[in-house]
């Protein structure tokens, strides 16, 4: 997936990706054209909403946008919460997933055009997905036109200080299946990278945590409507009616 088409990635339609997503089970990798293995936590994606998930859930205000849905959990747990929440993937097999979990999600790309653009109140980038595209301040600059003025981002960022690009492929290498597709590009950033390339085009840091061996750094866009200068837990759950997804 880039910023400049919006034609799926090779990886969307990958068999290895769509079954794993379908059966829950890995091992499932990414790999970069050096050989090296970065493993995608299949099991974890396709299980329920955990303490750790339901922590950031806690912080999301207002209707929220889950960009790289993937199988549905956090967009599924927010649904059965009550909230207004809409699901994105670019994988059918993803957005299938969600859809039978009791929540919404739409096959597209983040940068097609999307519902409630400019009004969203939190998007989230988890599991990985301040990688999409690999080019994270494009990616931040698609954010900032999804989002409301004062509008929270959380992102789950790499256990390490980097700040990689790459092309990779989906891989199965339990199975000896070759690679599907083209490479893609796709990025790791750690919070320290994030935060200085948020700063710099203007957004604004309001918390980093992390839980076990996951990072997690919340970013606000400019505003002057929002004063809020944390990422609590919402006192309410604030339902945008014009962003639910028709």
Request: charged share 20%; proline share 8%.
């Amino acid at each position: 997936m880039s910023a400049t088409t919006d034609a799926p990635p090779a990886w969307a339609a990958s068999d290895p990706y769509a079954t794993a997503l379908r059966t829950g089970r890995g091992p499932l990798y990414l790999r970069r054209g050096d050989g090296w293995l970065l493993p995608l936590e299949v099991e974890r994606w396709c299980a329920g909403a955990d303490d750790v998930d339901r922590d950031v859930l806690d912080r999301c205000e207002g209707a929220v946008l889950d960009v790289g849905c993937g199988p549905g959990r956090l967009v599924a747990e927010l649904a059965a919460r009550g909230r207004t929440v809409l699901g994105v993937d670019v994988s059918e097999a993803a957005v299938t997933r969600t859809n039978t979990l009791g929540g919404q999600a739409l096959r597209r790309s983040v940068f097609e055009p999307l519902p409630g653009e400019g009004r969203w109140g939190t998007v989230l980038l988890m599991d990985g997905n301040i990688g999409i595209g690999g080019d994270p301040a494009a990616l931040l600059c698609r954010m900032g036109q999804l989002l409301a003025p004062g509008g929270l981002l959380i992102a789950e960022t790499a256990p390490l200080d980097i700040d990689e690009r790459a092309h990779v492929q989906v891989v199965d290498v339990a199975h000896g299946q070759a690679p599907m597709g083209e490479p893609f590009p796709w990025a790791r950033i750690g919070t320290p990278a994030l935060l200085r390339l948020a700063g710099r085009a203007g957004w604004r840091a309001v918390a980093q945590w992390a839980a076990g061996e996951r990072r997690f750094a919340a970013l606000r866009t400019p505003s002057t409507r929002n004063t809020s200068s944390s990422a609590e837990p919402p006192k309410r759950t604030a339902v945008i009616s014009s962003q639910r997804p028709r």
